[in-house]
């Protein structure tokens, strides 16, 4: 498993040098390791919803890390949907981009890696294995919704994806971290069979629906999603619809047999997704960009899978898994009828399309099967699932279970309702609005993926035993109660009537459009505008932060920095410390003029006014502790003190030439240089009371320097055990101080040269300002709008 | 070896006769430390650029003698690399920021970026022969007039960190000694010191 999870991505890796000969190609090729997962998942069906088929590699051993994968019923459904339905979208891009069209390079490698991605999580069968890649669609997400970024919309877009739904992933990795110390094992399919109770348990599920529940687009986190359709369409189509929304769907789907008799899961699983649900139908009655529709329907359709797939009950879990399915055969095929109809027409708004029912008459009838799926119309796929949504419910009966039903029979109402506004929006003739004029005849690749998707939901509805032996095993984790299967014919009972309600209400919905269009655009509340005060809110206060604590003041900065170390260290030396008894003055006669030519320089140091000579007097000071190093026979220590020195002088001098020759025009006043005398006086004296302190403290001998000596010359081949730390005993530290090193002169360099090259823009352009970063509060607004 | 006032005044006049001078026996043949681009008489010190000229290998040598030494006494590569490193910053004084600009090869970002690369390659190496990441062994060459050589393979590491001293040094003179000089060039002003 994760060698196909692998190809996918290497092959993704490799996809740029197909798109450079031929851009369909790219997609043709891209549509291939997603057809062979489909087929190695369908190869695999026996033992599959038997046991189960694992495999498991070891990561890191040492840190008991492992990528461990399962194949069981609700993986198998869920290839379907990401290597099934993928395969399909990706068919229908290579008609959809344009030969030449600049995105199709990137999205056909995106989607592939996705892909991937995506096998990589619904195939996880370890909670921090789910994470990884879990956080890597998060990042294609991204990246296909930003495409190259040059769109205001798109940028925005992609930020809000991404923030929304990493800072879901980063507290669900947290709720894993938890769960799986309670559990004291991160194997999902060994949590579930022994779930952990108690303790922070509740915590750790609360954390991981939020990770779920961003994903998923669930209230109150949904506004990314309509914002995502942005994205070129068999993009949305793909991640939006059929496969990455699912993911939290997917994994309070795999997690609700171990959890759902808590009602920290299974009540804000309920609360939220019904909340979604009806909020997600009613939006979409008002939208007029068909794709929002579709968006604002899927927000409802995941509300509605959440609510049947963490609800904890046997028929729900029946009917949730076979909506997974009817969703993504629905779902995708209706977004791929937007991209047809956007490519043939040039425009996806229902208020200018007319007439294309007779224009595009095979689109019109392959898209009417699919949303008749979608509103619940028998025989297709849709209705079957929604029978069994329906069935549970009412059969649970009871506050909880009435309240649910109603809830969902109304949300069936509005997806009927949208079902209707979608149809009669893209194919519908209007009174009024002139007939849509195609400019580009669908071909079969744009319209096929739609057939196919379309028809495999009503030849699904014909074999509902199929879904039925599919869905059954993930079902048969809850106890069985009352032997419910899915089937087209219950005979007349109350889901049959639910069902022809839903359905009735949802045409009446329909008719009364103008008023409910106009009704729909009054909310209390508003999801989008609470996000973007969120991230105002977050953006002036890291201004607000960095405006008092960055001061731009050294003598602040030194001020603060000096003050810290007298009251932390300088105070715990003297309550906790102990003057050494025997403190020698010093040790040999040498130091004694040595020390004082370092006091000295540092006295006129102080002093000085012009910045040369203070660079010197610094150097004297660094030159004289050298050669107390000496003295204390550490010649490594010096030999690198000198030329640091000798290195650092020249640094200082190079700057000095931009820099004023005095340091203030004004000496400053003495109200302000008492408190900095006091300040760098107490300092100094606190550094070295601490130093003498310190180095009494040590009461026993060294074991470390004593064992660095005796191992050297064998174990580092060295003689000089200075050597032998920095290159071999501690070469891992040697390998990162020169790499902070590196980054450093990287650094400077390119600061430097920025600098330069905003003077030069500067002096070119007259006095326009130009700056080079990219991270003003400016550009920071732009993106996060 | 070329006489210290011909070659100034051939530097002087390049200007005015458009820098062809007849090639005579006693004449440079190669820029060797200034290439006739200097920064002006006023700036030039005779004395500086002849020891500069004196020392500039030596003081190279030397920083190789003491990255190999590192492992018995005093030295390593980070002390031998600031050597070589100013080594190269008192060719700058002497010879100001052209010399350096044009008389290299490599770019400084090239010899840091050179040196990071070996030290983590070497780190990463033992790990092709079975070893821990950055263990080191002795290699024994046994050499006919020479005796026998032993070489410690942390010596790359050292090595490693010396290239990429040398480099952050060179990238110093870039920065702030050439590009500060261009700076003032650039805005008319002459450098303070």
Known sequence: MLALVVAHLVLAGLLPLVSARSRPAAFAVAALPPSVALLWAFSQTGPALGGGVTESVAWAPALGLTLSFRLDALALVMIILVSGVGAVILVHSIGYFDRDSPQATRSAALLLAFAGAMLGLVLADDLLTLYVFWELTSIASFLLVGQGGERRAERRAAVQALLVTVFGGLAMLLGFVLLGQAAGTYRISEILADPPRGGLVPVALVLVLLGAFTKSAQLPFHPWLPAAMVAPTPVSAYLHAASMVKAGVYLVARLSPGFADLAVWWAPVVVVGLGTMLVGGWRALGETDLKKVLAFGTVSQLGFLMVLLGAGDRTAALAGAAMLLAHALFKAPLFLTVGTIDHATGTRDLRKLSGLRTALPGTAVAAALAAASMAGLPPLLGFIGKEAAFEAFVDEGGARGYLVAFGLLAGSMLTAAYSARFLWGAFATKPGVEATVVHHRPGALLTGPIWLCAVAGLVLGGAYVLVDLLVMPYAAAYPDEHGYHLALWHGFNIPLLFSALAIGGGLLLHRARATVDALSHHSPVDAQRGYRSTVDGVSRLALVVTGRLQAGSLPVYLGVILVTFILLPGVAAVVAGQWPADQPVYDALVQVPLALVVVVAALALTRSHRRFTAVLLVGVIGYGVGGLFIIDGAPDLALAQFLVETLSMVAFVFVLRRLPAHFTERRPTWLTRLPRLLIAAVGGITVAGIAVVLSAARVGPAVASGEFVRLAPEGAGANNVVSAIIVDFRALDTVGEIGVLFIAAAGVSSLVLATRYDTRRKRESGREQVSSGQSGPDHEREVLG | ?193
């Open chain 2, 1 to 193: 070896m070329t006489d210290p006032d011909d070659r100034a005044d051939r530097a002087g006049s390049a200007d005015a006769d458009g820098g062809g001078v007849a090639s005579t026996w006693d004449g440079p043949s190669q820029p060797w430390l200034l290439n006739g681009d200097c920064r002006g008489r006023q700036h030039r010190s005779l004395l500086l650029e002849i020891t500069t000229r004196a020392v500039f290998p030596t003081v190279l040598v030397f920083s190789v003698y003491l990255l190999l030494v590192g492992h018995y006494g005093p030295g390593g590569g980070f002390s031998a690399g600031l050597v070589a490193g100013l080594a190269f910053v008192l060719r700058h004084i002497a010879g100001g920021g052209g010399d350096l600009g044009t008389g290299r090869v490599v770019r400084p970002p090239t010899v840091f970026g050179t040196g990071m690369a070996v030290a983590v390659l070497s780190a990463l190496l033992p790990l092709a022969f079975g070893l821990g990441v950055l263990e080191s062994a002795k290699l024994g060459v046994t050499l006919p007039v020479l005796g026998t050589i032993e070489v410690q393979t942390s010596l790359l590491l050292e090595v490693g960190v010396y290239l990429l001293i040398v480099g952050v040094v060179l990238e110093l003179l870039r920065s702030l000694g050439t590009g500060i000089e261009r700076d003032l060039d650039e805005a008319g002003e002459q450098p303070e010191s």
